[in-house]
């Protein structure tokens, strides 16, 4: 019963630990959106593509998405959202939304504000007042 590994073939840009903030159960109930963090976190060229096409520097797009789908998973205990895993792929590949572009400055903004001495939440909060992803996402079911 306990074979589920959050990990189950961490490439290698994953710790085997990296979802161990969550339970079994969390882990059982989210495996597909783990999945999918861990093949972002795998990808080579989305982070240029995704730069390039919205005009925005490299560094801010690699240091969002390792926030969003790496190291800041474990750091600050994030769960996996599979509506935001399918954003990033759909902005890596060129089929994104009006609201995955929300996405991307939100987690732009609020990693910049945690890389410069704020603490998660107040970032979080702060970020949401700008970029409220998290708050149309739900308004928008299909996106």
Do not use: C
Request: charged share 25%; proline share 6%.
């Amino acid at each position: 019963m306990s074979n589920f590994l959050p990990n189950p073939e961490p490439g290698k840009n994953l710790p085997p630990d990296r979802w161990g903030h969550l339970t079994f159960y969390e882990r059982r109930y989210l495996q597909d959106a783990i999945k999918a963090y861990d093949a972002i976190v795998d990808r080579v060229d989305d982070i240029g593509q995704i730069a390039n096409r919205y005009q925005l520097d490299i560094e801010d797009v690699r240091r969002a998405k390792d926030y969003a789908f790496g190291s800041g998973v474990s750091r600050y205990e994030f769960a996996p959202d599979s509506r935001m895993a399918e954003a990033w792929v759909r902005m890596a590949s060129g089929t994104e939304t009006a609201i995955d572009e929300i996405l991307l400055r939100h987690e732009i903004l609020e990693s910049y504000l945690v890389s410069q001495g704020m603490n998660q939440p107040d970032a979080h909060t702060l970020t949401q007042q700008r970029y409220p992803w998290s708050i149309l996402i739900t308004q928008r079911p299909n996106q």
